[in-house]
């Protein structure tokens, strides 16, 4: 596992990879768990989905290029 730990700016929180063993291959899991500080905390669930889009793209690019 890799875990980043954000402490300062505007996101807080950590972001986790887990490299999961499978039969024949593996499976590469993202978990975020951040929120945005101070007046940005409203702004969180907006972030949040921008994210995850991110990541769902980084991850499909990771695969194809895993796959080629």
């Known amino acids: 596992n890799i875990k980043a730990i954000f402490t300062k700016g505007v996101i807080v929180g950590e972001k986790i990879l887990i490299l999961k063993p499978m039969e024949d291959s593996c499976e ?3 978990v975020w768990n951040i929120k945005m500080s101070g007046m940005m905390g409203m702004f969180t669930g907006m972030i949040k989905k921008h994210i995850k889009s991110g ?14």
């Open 28 to 30: 590469l899991e993202a």
């Open 55 to 68: 990541t769902e793209q980084a991850l499909n690019a990771i695969k194809k290029e895993v796959e080629n």
